[in-house]
């Protein structure tokens, strides 16, 4: 289980990556074409863009760790036909080049233009795609405890949470405004409520260790139950210093540089949940002869 | 001219000697821990009371499996390097050369017949001893099998002979990947799932 680290990893630096991507897109779309930004706007897009960039190519650089022959990773674009995985590293690569090439065009200074809303619109439709195709190749038969709807939700549910908490850390400066990190730590809120409600309702039916739905030559999961307690457990922390936080008025640090000390501390244990969870993840099929 | 090559496996006649697994280890020089054929024990069962006596209830028997060479190949559908390929007589291989070592097709497979090999640092899985087969020869597990539990053969000879049943307890929906295996049941076969059986030498294979 431990040996899936750098998929673990490219996983959710990847999900937090286009959740914090299009978590922004709709505000940036909405915005008048034709007028420019304001240098506060254009900063904080800067900074999230720049994360997201930043967290995508760490994620693209993880990924090649769990590769043995990584030399020979440049064929995995070989079969966009048929293997979903070629599909993912396909978007991924598209979905890099294009937050490259917006990032290139706010930070030269073109948020005006209909060109820069088009590339927004594409970036978003890869990182949606790249989104879909990693939640789609473990979709798998063979592996009977990956329920492929519940896999879409799960991924849905740790983008939309590590993409709307890193979001707000890293744009609670000087020049973010209140509300707009208010609305996000609210989002936050009510996404890690629904994930809770099914890592309760839903996970111990679909995801937790002796779920064999089928027959299946695959040895049975090897991974400790205590994984899930302790998942659950870092998740419903996160969610109480999270609400804490938020009543509080945690959103901006007494200094005014970065958040608050207590939703930094409700990001720690919810991205520490999400790591344990998709540990729990690859521990439920286990490879023959590991 | 051979369209589909498939192995016959009667549960029936099957001890679990593994002699099919040694001699495929043998003739493929197999590192250790490194299986492509392999021998599951599937057991279940204990005592149940009808009227006022117990009687025992038990199941148990052999699965003899390797790479089925199936007609929809999920292994090679997933491979995004296309390394896994599929010859004109059925038989699929794995281009260790191309094989980038992300072993996704070891989660692919409903068989679990890809196998790591940290000899080539690449998957591994059975090739029909294809060049046997070339020569007119025999796949080594079936020539070395006692009982004469395991045949191989073109899909539509061996379902001729054998007839068409592709799935026993533990055995994955045959719709999956439409496997080139035929099967002989065993007669505990069919009570093995209502009596939860499992298998039991995880260990081993």
């Known amino acids: 289980m431990l040996k899936e680290w750098p998929l673990v990893a490219f996983t959710i630096a990847g999900q937090t990556a286009v959740g914090a991507f299009l978590l922004l897109f709709p505000l940036l779309v909405l915005s008048p074409a034709g007028t420019a930004w304001s240098s506060a706007a254009r900063a904080k897009v800067l900074v999230v863009w720049g994360m997201t960039f930043g967290l995508v190519v760490i994620a693209a650089g993880l990924s090649f760790f769990h590769l043995h022959h990584p030399f020979r990773a440049h064929r995995t674009l070989a079969n966009l036909r048929t293997s979903w995985l070629s599909r993912e590293i396909f978007f991924e690569i598209a979905f890099m080049a294009l937050v490259a090439l917006a990032l290139l065009l706010v930070a030269t200074g073109h948020t005006s233009g209909l060109f820069l809303r088009a590339v927004m619109g594409a970036t978003a439709v890869a990182g949606l795609l790249f989104l879909v195709s990693m939640a789609r190749l473990y979709a798998l038969e063979s592996v009977p405890p990956w329920d492929p709807a519940y896999i879409g939700l799960s991924f849905f549910l740790t983008t939309a949470i590590l993409g709307a908490m890193a979001m707000a850390l890293v744009t609670g400066s000087p020049s973010g405004d209140r509300s707009y990190l208010s609305a996000l730590w609210t989002a936050s809120f009510f996404f890690i409520a629904g994930d809770l409600l099914i890592a309760v309702f839903v996970t111990p039916v679909y995801g937790v260790v002796g779920y064999r739905p089928a027959p299946s030559l695959r040895p049975p999961a090897r991974v400790s139950r205590l994984l899930y307690f302790g998942r659950l457990g870092l998740l419903a922390g996160g969610f109480v210093v999270l609400i804490k936080g938020m009543a509080a008025n945690d959103v901006i640090a007494a200094g005014g540089r970065g958040p608050g000390p207590l939703l930094s501390v409700a990001f720690g244990l919810v991205l520490a949940s999400e790591v344990a969870g998709r540990f729990l993840f690859y521990g439920l099929a286990p490879r023959p002869g590991d | ?205």
Not at chain 2, 71 to 92: M, Q, S, Y
Not at chain 2, 152 to 167: A, H, I, N, P, T
Not at chain 2, 181 to 191: E, G, N, T, V
Request: aromatic share 10%; with cysteine.
């Open chain 2, 1 to 205: 001219m051979v369209t589909q090559y498939g192995f016959f496996f009667n549960a029936a006649a099957c001890s679990g000697c593994k002699a099919c697994q040694v001699a495929c280890k043998d003739r493929n020089d197999l590192e250790p821990g490194v299986l492509w054929r392999r021998v599951y024990e599937v057991t279940g069962g204990g005592w149940e009371k009808k009227g006022d006596v117990w009687v025992p209830s038990v199941v148990s028997y052999n699965v003899s499996m390797a790479c089925n060479h199936c007609e929809k190949p999920v292994c090679g559908l997933a491979c995004p390097v296309k390394a896994i390929t599929k010859r004109e007589d059925g038989i699929v291989f794995v281009d260790t050369g191309a094989c980038i070592g992300c072993r996704y097709c070891e989660w692919a497979c409903p068989y679990t017949a890809l196998r790591f090999d940290a000899r080539t640092n690449t998957v591994s899985k059975c090739n029909f001893c294809y060049d046997a087969i070339d020569a007119g020869g025999t796949p080594a597990c079936v020539a070395a099998c006692p009982q004469r539990a395991l045949d191989f053969g073109d899909m539509s000879e061996l379902r001729k002979k054998y007839g068409d049943v592709r799935q026993i307890f533990p055995l994955p929906d045959p719709a999956q990947t439409e496997p080139g295996l035929i099967i002989k049941p065993h007669r505990d076969a069919a009570r093995a799932a209502e009596r939860g059986a499992e298998v039991a030498n995880w260990e081993e294979v």
